[in-house]
Nanobody, 115 residues
Framework: QVQPVESGGGLVQPGGSLRLSCAAS????????MGWYRQAPGKQREFVAS???????NYAGSVKGRFTISRDNAKNTVYLQMNSLKPEDAAVYYC?????????WGKGTLVTVSS
């Protein structure tokens, strides 16, 4: 199967915004809840947000109110709008199903939050 492809990361100042995108395979996207995860240096990968095919969303407490997950079912793409970014949000961000499929991790996209 084709791995997801994440994009949109970069360097942003604290308080700034980024929008991440993840293109997923149609066979996966149409059937599964999709999620975003992140892994900071020296830390375990953690859940960030998820969205069902019907649009129900769920967020980690640390990002609730600042991040918004959405999905375009026609494009097999899931997005993560990140606002009011903090230095502790810096990490490699990945998308996968929720819960994650072990063999469906992509390369991720790096988010750096620094002044």
């Amino acid at each position: 199967q084709v791995q997801p492809v994440e994009s949109g990361g970069g360097l942003v100042q604290p308080g700034g915004s980024l929008r991440l995108s993840c293109a997923a395979s149609g066979s996966i996207f149409s059937l599964y809840v999709m999620g975003w995860y992140r892994q900071a240096p020296g830390k375990q990968r953690e859940f960030v947000a998820s969205a069902t095919t019907g649009g129900w969303t769920n967020y980690a407490g640390s990002v609730k109110g600042r991040f918004t997950i959405s999905r375009d079912n026609a494009k097999n793409t899931v997005y993560l709008q990140m606002n009011s970014l903090k230095p502790e949000d810096a990490a490699v961000y990945y998308c996968n199903t929720y819960p994650p499929l072990e063999n469906y991790w992509g390369k991720g996209t790096l988010v750096t939050v620094s002044s």
